[in-house]
């Protein structure tokens, strides 16, 4: 596991921002109009006059898709945490439209899991570094991996993740009234890294059609065709997060933070296939070949927020709780996840 990381941390770190348009699109037929009328869909369908634009969102949402998964919040952990959850992410406009019914959407998605852990410095005996207390220090561990070609007909679907944070408690928390009804977190600063990877491999296209009048002219990519889409990010944010816990059962926590991303989004086409018409017969050919890729923007300010129930809470920390945390960051960027944390 060791190795992989590292090799997929060193190809990110490599390829960040990269840009390389290849993408091929030709349609023959013995049709002017048929010509015409399916490159228009097909490059409707994945995207092609705006590939570019298509792969960076798909790069800016693989990079929010995991924030805030290797990490808690308010659980108020005084000697370990663990936990695990589950989310996704788009970018760009929905109203440009999410769903594709052949090819590729119109804006970047993204999906990861996240199994962490967490061990708070607070019972070690450890020197201070000057103004540093490493006892108000929490270093945390995460890791995902998946890899499925039967979720779905005709797709294989792999996710990684790995990541390592540390969060120091710079400002103490108190308790607000000194009955427990209140309890404030502090304020905490956050950092690390999260390296990540997503692929998904359409192995056969479904049919493309176009029409004109009473006239259909379909695409069908071989069965030997595909069409790859991969996103890698290797993330580093910079938070600063507080936290509240109401009558011990409901938290709240907040942040605010800038996250220096790097990595790209790819996509590698090999789709061949015949071209049919009806009534009027055509005969054919079209193909999407090639590939293409794109990075993240770079640097992005992110805002996150989330509810945690406490469904087993002590007095100073909360041994069962389950969590959602939503996130939302500069140029239209939006991941959610959720998942449950135990704490002592």
């Known amino acids: 596991m060791r190795k992989n990381t590292l090799l997929l941390l060193i190809s990110t770190l490599l390829s960040a921002n990269a ?5 091929s699109l030709n349609v023959t037929t013995n049709d002017t109009t048929a010509d015409a009328l399916l490159k228009a869909e097909i490059e409707k369908q994945f995207q092609v006059p705006k590939m570019g634009d298509f792969l960076k969102s798909m790069a800016n949402a693989q990079a929010i898709a995991s924030k805030g998964q290797g990490v808690s919040y308010a659980t108020e952990q005084s000697l370990f945490v663990v936990g695990g959850g589950f989310g ?28 962490m852990a967490g061990m708070s410095l607070s019972k070690l005996p450890l020197p201070a570094l ?3 207390d490493l006892k108000r220090l929490t270093v ?12 779905v007909s005709n797709l294989t679907v792999k996710a990684n993740t790995f990541g390592m944070h540390a969060q ?3 400002l103490e928390g108190k308790n607000v009234g000194g009955i427990g009804i209140l309890n404030w977190g502090g304020l905490a600063f956050t950092t690390g890294f999260n390296v990540s990877s997503n692929s998904v491999t359409y192995k056969v296209g479904q049919s493309i059609t176009a029409n004109s009048g009473s006239q259909t002219y379909t695409w069908t990519p071989s069965s030997g065709s595909s069409l790859t889409l991969e996103a890698n990010s290797f993330s580093i944010p910079l938070e ?10 409901l938290s709240v926590f907040a942040g605010v933070g800038v996250d220096i991303n790097f990595g790209k989004a790819s996509v590698s086409s090999t789709l061949n296939g015949p071209v049919t018409g009806s009534p009027v017969a055509v005969t054919g050919t079209a193909s999407l070949t090639g590939s293409e890729e794109q990075g993240p923007s770079f640097g992005q300010m992110r805002f996150f927020a989330g509810p945690q129930l406490n469904l087993v809470p002590l007095k100073n920390t909360n041994l069962l709780s389950i969590y959602a945390q ?7 960027n939006y991941g959610v996840h959720a998942g449950a944390r135990i704490a002592w």
């Open 19 to 23: 840009v390389s348009a290849g993408i």
């Open 88 to 115: 996704a992410s788009l970018s760009g406009d929905p109203s440009t439209g999410f769903s594709s019914s052949s090819g590729l959407p119109g804006v970047g998605f993204g999906a990861q899991g996240s199994i």
């Open 130 to 132: 000057g103004p540093i």
């Open 140 to 151: 945390f561990v995460n890791y995902f991996g998946i890899s499925n070609d039967s979720l």
């Open 168 to 170: 120091y408690k710079f």
């Open 240 to 249: 600063v997060s507080t936290s509240a816990r109401l009558l011990y059962v």
């Open 326 to 332: 939503g996130n939302v960051s500069t140029g239209g």
